[in-house]
């Protein structure tokens, strides 16, 4: 059936705005916060026709990508990361927002013995005892890493640790107890919670934890800003919430 030239316009204009609202959004995502992501993107995706392009790293890791130029969207990351991009003119400080706080855990191997690490004694003598300890190596920039290093060190124990350390440059510090190159995993609890064959312990003591609050913001480079602000909006959003609390992760 041939059609009047005017409707074939009218379709061509149409594949052409479908095209480029289908464009791709690219994410970079620090590694507390990427699941999150990753479980908001087929509703976004449907919702919206856009394709998530999700990188994930440390939040140190992912600060110096887009410093350094890397092309991006939405990046999620900590408020200083946030605010160092912002002083650069990377991203747009009008669009900062809120996503999730996020304290630090402990896990082992499914089917090993379980350490009690409820009080401050209990947790110093888990880590004594430990053969070798996973954790986020500070050099990367991971959250977690800086923190525990700080924290071994003002528990006079850092000398003892050092040893028995197995830093991980990023990923999920839990793959160490699974490959068997440790038997202490510490590490948020959003990359802790749901690792297959990793039992979480729970987290750090009262007057040992840390909270890291995770904010997003639009890039200034960003294409599609709209777009970029709904994702934002979604990842704040009630089923998003609901994720983020199965998943270690606390309201901001």
Same mark, same amino acid.
């Given at each position: 059936? /041939?059609?009047?030239?005017?409707?074939?316009?009218?379709?061509?204009?149409?594949?052409?705005?479908?095209?480029?609202?289908?464009?791709? *959004?690219?994410?970079?995502?620090?590694?507390?916060?990427? /699941?999150?992501?990753?479980?908001?993107?087929?509703?976004?995706?449907?919702?919206?026709?856009?394709?998530?392009? +999700?990188?994930?790293?440390?939040?140190?890791?992912?600060?110096?990508? =887009? &410093?350094?130029?890397?092309?991006?969207? +939405?990046?999620?990351?900590?408020?200083?990361?946030?605010?160092? *991009? =912002?002083? %650069?003119?990377?991203?747009?400080?009008?669009?900062?927002?809120?996503?999730?706080?996020?304290? !630090?855990?402990?896990?082992? #191997? $499914?089917?090993?013995?379980?350490?009690?690490?409820?009080?401050?004694?209990?947790? #110093? $003598?888990?880590?004594?005892? @430990? #053969?070798? !300890?996973?954790?986020?190596?500070?050099?990367?920039?991971?959250?977690?890493? !800086?923190?525990?290093? %700080?924290?071994?060190?003002?528990?006079? !124990?850092?000398?003892?640790? #050092?040893?028995?350390?197995?830093? +991980?440059?990023?990923?999920?510090?839990?793959?160490? *107890?699974?490959?068997?190159?440790?038997?202490?995993?510490? $590490?948020?609890?959003?990359? &802790? +919670?749901?690792?297959?064959?990793?039992?979480? &312990?729970?987290? &750090?003591?009262?007057?040992?934890?840390?909270?890291?609050?995770?904010?997003?913001?639009?890039? $200034?480079?960003?294409?599609?800003?709209?777009?970029?602000? /709904?994702?934002?909006?979604?990842?704040?959003?009630?089923?998003?919430?609901?994720? @983020?609390?199965?998943?270690?992760?606390?309201?901001?």
């Amino acid at each position: 059936m /041939a059609f009047p030239h005017r409707v074939l316009l009218a379709l061509a204009g149409v594949s052409l705005a479908t095209s480029t609202l289908a464009a791709d *959004l690219r994410v970079l995502a620090s590694g507390a916060t990427k /699941a999150l992501v990753d479980a908001s993107a087929a509703e976004f995706e449907r919702r919206t026709g856009h394709r998530l392009v +999700v990188e994930g790293g440390t939040a140190g890791a992912v600060t110096r990508l =887009a &410093l350094a130029g890397e092309a991006f969207d +939405v990046v999620i990351v900590t408020q200083d990361g946030v605010d160092a *991009l =912002a002083r %650069q003119g990377k991203v747009d400080p009008r669009s900062v927002q809120p996503l999730a706080r996020v304290g !630090i855990g402990a896990a082992v #191997r $499914q089917g090993a013995p379980t350490p009690k690490i409820a009080t401050a004694d209990e947790f #110093r $003598q888990a880590l004594l005892d @430990a #053969r070798a !300890i996973a954790y986020i190596d500070p050099a990367a920039g991971g959250s977690s890493g !800086i923190y525990l290093s %700080q924290l071994f060190e003002r528990m006079g !124990i850092a000398d003892r640790i #050092r040893p028995k350390a197995v830093l +991980v440059d990023g990923g999920l510090v839990a793959d160490r *107890l699974v490959d068997g190159r440790a038997d202490l995993a510490l $590490q948020q609890m959003s990359e &802790l +919670v749901g690792v297959p064959g990793v039992v979480v &312990l729970g987290t &750090l003591p009262p007057e040992f934890q840390h909270f890291t609050t995770y904010v997003a913001a639009v890039g $200034q480079a960003s294409t599609d800003k709209a777009a970029a602000r /709904a994702l934002i909006e979604q990842l704040q959003g009630a089923p998003a919430r609901r994720f @983020a609390a199965e998943h270690g992760m606390q309201a901001p």
